[in-house]
């Protein structure tokens, strides 16, 4: 039968979290977003609780935990903040996870330790200007140079999260290591796929420039960059994984990578019921609390069904991914039901908070704000609906 | 021999509950969620550190409480302690704090202890007076309310912040110690610190085990009797002063009124 408790470390460990976003995050944050700013000392504790070594063994300095504790985490921190939340959902999951997926035993004595402790960043460079959606398209190259053992890469990627922070690392890029295209096995139908690589390109290599961060609508505690190669040299053995196998290892990330964005996106849903149901207790109109409106419960309890049922649909899809199990058409639909949910519970919350719900300095404006990247980031709703009715035996 | 650091910890009602008194005029324990005080987070807290400190202590964590203390036990153990002691019998229902620190010390004594770390006070009882009554008990040196503290060579030192002078301290091991909220944040259990408390041991005594006689504590053995509780009356509606030329003269005088200028 399935079981609806956490077991007892999990329970102690998704407290833990909820108790530092509430004591640490909570009463800083919002000042680190009124100024784009990155939150190092946030992210700095963060590391010290472990939560960037979550699910990777200790032999590497991780907390020996898996991927449904580093989801548990995401939803505790994003209930108070989405920035943190992303910093550490791509520092982990697309940042280091490549790495211990793909890496090979000195790739991940090299950086898992650091990126552990998170005392470095790591980033993934998968989009560019001209698509992000359709990631087979990716224009940057990697040519060999057989004269220096070197891979030579240029292009440019766009919209990179933990790219620029004085404590980033390394970022994984993907490139195309042939020119011509050749055909592989791709979710199980043959096609004729690029031959894509993964690159680890160490921060300060030169012909690697990262540009200044962007002007975003949300997730300001973030950093986002555009990155560009200019005959970027780094060594062969910076290859992550057999060369061309790039866009199925990605694919494989990205799977992985929508379970921790559902689990954030539950968060933030929750949050947005948490902040309601308190400013619907204190706040009075026509002589009683707002809350006593029918119209307002029933709005916190659909709130509450949404966040309810994304955070079924996300430990369903890890609990198949901790089992070995497909878990990508089930990783979709949280993927995509968790954002949606997002998105209408902070519509929700914002209206219940009336004209104090659109002042910056309310969380649920924060909320507003960030919920929309959800239904973009690292696979689009319109993405998750094509995985969908491609798991269901459809095709375009 | 290696150093052996015992901290005293409570499992109190979380404060931000609705806290009740049971029939008996005890707390009720029962109908709100319970926790590790968080004024002892920072007595496990300078433990931590000065086992670290140290490189060859071991750090025991002990309480006195209901069988869910256990849970303020492994939240210290996943902070870093090595071992647990629980002190649990239905006859310490109702002890006082006199009561209590007669268990805790026998209850050292038989654990075995070089330091013994208090907090300053528990956020539920908050009377600050176990650290004092333990000390007397074991006939070893009290250094309390200490915001900075290290073990160096058998000796035990720390600072002292009081109001009108900063004093620096020191005694002989054994020696009970309490520290204060001031004294550096309790750090925040790791996965690793979690997954681990679950090996950990943790002993577990009753009256019997420590030769406590059941009407030594309790509610019978208590030195202080509670007579009668009356709940504080729900907060009143405040004053709101309406400026109309006068604004200024009105709050003075309510300011006056309440005694606050
Ligand atoms: C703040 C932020 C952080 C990010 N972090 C990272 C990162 O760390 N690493 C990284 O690699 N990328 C990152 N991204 C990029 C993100 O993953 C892409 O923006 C996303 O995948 C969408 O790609 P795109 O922007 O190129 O949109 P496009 O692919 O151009 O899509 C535009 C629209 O067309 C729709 N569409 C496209 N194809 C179809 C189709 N066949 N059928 C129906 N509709 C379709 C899309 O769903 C979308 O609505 C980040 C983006 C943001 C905004
Ligand atoms: C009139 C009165 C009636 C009471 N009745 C009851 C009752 O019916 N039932 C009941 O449970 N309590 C009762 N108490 C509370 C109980 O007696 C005290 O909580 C206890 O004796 C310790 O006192 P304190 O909490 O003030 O600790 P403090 O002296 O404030 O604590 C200082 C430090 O001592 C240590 N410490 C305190 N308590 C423990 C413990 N149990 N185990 C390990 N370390 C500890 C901690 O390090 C703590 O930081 C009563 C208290 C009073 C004053």
């Not at chain 1, 993934?124 to 990631?135: I, K, Q, R």
Request: glycine content about 10%; overall charge negative.
């Amino acid at each position: 039968m399935l079981d609806h408790r956490l077991d007892s470390e999990y329970e102690d460990l998704r407290r833990t979290v909820a108790e530092f976003a509430n004591d640490v995050v909570a009463p800083k944050i919002g000042d680190y977003y009124e100024h784009d700013e990155f939150p190092y000392e946030i992210v700095r504790e963060m590391g010290r609780m472990g939560l960037f070594g979550l699910p990777f063994p200790e032999e590497y300095g991780g907390m020996g935990g898996d991927y449904f504790a580093l989801c548990l985490a995401l939803e505790e921190l994003a209930r108070v903040d989405s920035s943190v939340a992303i910093t550490l959902e791509a520092g982990v999951s697309l940042g280091a996870m490549p790495v211990y997926r793909f890496g090979t035993e000195e790739q991940k004595r090299e950086w898992l330790p650091r990126l552990c402790s998170g005392e470095m960043l790591g980033a993934f460079g998968l989009t560019e200007p001209e698509g992000g959606s359709d990631a087979g398209a990716t224009r940057t190259t990697a040519r060999l140079d057989e004269a220096t053992g070197e891979w030579v890469i240029n292009g440019t990627k766009c919209f990179i999260t933990n790219s620029g922070t004085d404590i980033t690392g390394l970022v994984t890029v993907t490139a195309l290591t042939e020119p011509a295209t050749r055909s592989s096995e791709v979710g199980g139908r043959a096609s004729t796929r690029p031959a894509i690589s993964s690159i680890i390109v160490p921060v300060g290599t030169p012909g690697f420039t990262v540009s200044k961060k962007y002007s975003k609508v949300g997730w300001n505690a973030s950093d986002t960059r555009e990155l560009s190669f200019t005959d970027c040299r780094v060594p062969a053995a910076n290859l992550l994984g057999e060369p061309g196998r790039g866009y199925a290892q990605f694919l494989r990330i990205l799977d992985e990578g929508r379970i921790a964005i559902a689990a954030l996106a539950t968060g933030l849903a929750q949050g947005c019921v948490d902040q309601s149901l308190s400013y619907a207790s204190e706040r009075h109109a026509f002589g009683r609390a707002i809350g006593a409106n029918q119209a307002i419960q029933f709005k916190i309890a659909d709130m509450e069904m949404r966040a309810h049922t994304s955070r079924l649909a996300w430990r369903d899809a890890a609990s198949r991914l901790l089992h070995g199990e497909p878990f990508k058409k089930e990783a979709a639909i949280a993927k995509l039901h968790s954002s949606d949910a997002a998105v209408v519970n902070a519509r929700e919350a914002t209206q219940i908070h009336g004209g104090y719900g659109f002042m910056n300095e309310f969380p649920v404006a924060r909320f507003w704000r960030d919920c929309k990247i959800l239904e973009i980031g690292e696979g689009t709703s319109e993405v998750q609906r094509m995985l969908i009715a491609r798991e269901l035996g459809m095709t375009p | 021999m290696s150093l052996r650091i015992v901290v005293c910890v409570k499992y109190v009602p979380d404060a931000t509950g609705d806290r009740r008194f049971a029939d008996d005029t005890t707390t009720d324990r029962e109908s709100v969620d319970g926790l590790l005080s968080e004024l002892d987070e920072y007595g496990v807290e300078q433990a931590l550190r000065i086992a670290e400190a140290s490189g060859d202590a071991e750090v025991t964590v002990l309480t006195v409480g209901p069988d869910d203390a256990k849970d303020a036990l492994r939240k210290a153990l996943s902070m870093g302690a090595d071992k647990a002691v629980h002190v649990n019998d239905d006859d310490i229902h109702g002890t006082d704090a006199l009561g209590t620190s007669a268990i805790l010390a026998k209850a050292l004594e038989k654990t075995g202890y070089d330091l013994v770390v208090c907090g300053m006070a528990s956020t539920d009882g908050t009377m600050g007076v176990l650290p004092a009554l333990l000390a007397e008990r074991l006939g070893v040196p009290q250094v309390t309310l200490l915001s900075e503290v290290s073990v160096e060579n058998g000796t035990v030192r720390g600072r002292r912040d009081g109001d009108a002078a900063t004093e620096e301290l020191e005694a002989a091991l054994p020696a009970v110690v309490s520290v204060t909220d001031q004294s550096g944040e309790a750090r925040y259990p790791s996965f690793k610190g979690i997954m681990a408390a679950k090996k950990k041991p943790v002993q577990s005594y009753d009256l019997d085990d420590l030769g406590i006689e059941a009407d030594e504590v309790g509610l019978a053995g208590a030195w202080t009797a509670v007579d009668a509780i009356t709940a504080r009356p729900p907060r009143q509606a405040g004053t709101i002063v309406k400026d109309e030329g006068e604004g200024g003269k009105q709050l003075a005088e309510f300011l006056a009124a309440q005694k606050f200028v």
